[in-house]
């Protein structure tokens, strides 16, 4: 069973960054990993993917351009860069993974280890 810790969340001013982390008990050559928000009232949202097989990634289009994951193969850690922070992006942030191969999705569904989130807070 994966386990997932995530790290890095705060209170950030409206333009500010944060970098959370997301460090997993597994080898990520074996799992997906993906990056949701949920905001408070709202529905758990995709934010960002980075799959297993190839790297590939994909992004929310609220945060394209200004959100970047990456992955560190020997900290069996996955990163995702906020720049230009907007109130809108408050909310807790959760890491979530799955193992099924050539498959890449930003469906809460399609998860099956989650993390127990961090906060973010953009305010000023």
């Known amino acids: 069973q994966l386990q997932l810790v995530e790290s890095g969340g705060g209170l950030v001013q409206p333009g500010g960054s944060l970098r959370l982390s997301c460090t997993v008990s597994?080898?990520?050559?074996?799992?997906?990993i993906g990056w949701f928000r949920q905001a408070p009232g709202k529905e758990r949202e995709g934010v960002s993917c980075i799959t297993r097989d190839d790297g590939s990634t994909e992004y929310a289009h609220s945060v394209e351009g200004r959100f970047t994951i990456s992955r560190d193969s020997a900290k069996n850690t996955v990163y995702l860069q906020m720049n230009s922070l907007k109130p809108e992006d408050t909310g807790v942030y959760y890491c979530?993974?799955?193992?099924?191969?050539?498959?890449?999705?930003?469906?809460?569904?399609?998860?099956?280890?989650w993390g127990q989130g961090t906060q973010v807070t953009v305010s000023s």
């Open positions: 597994g080898s990520l050559r074996a799992y997906s």
């Open positions: 979530a993974g799955y193992s099924r191969g050539f498959y890449r999705t930003l469906s809460p569904g399609g998860y099956d280890y």
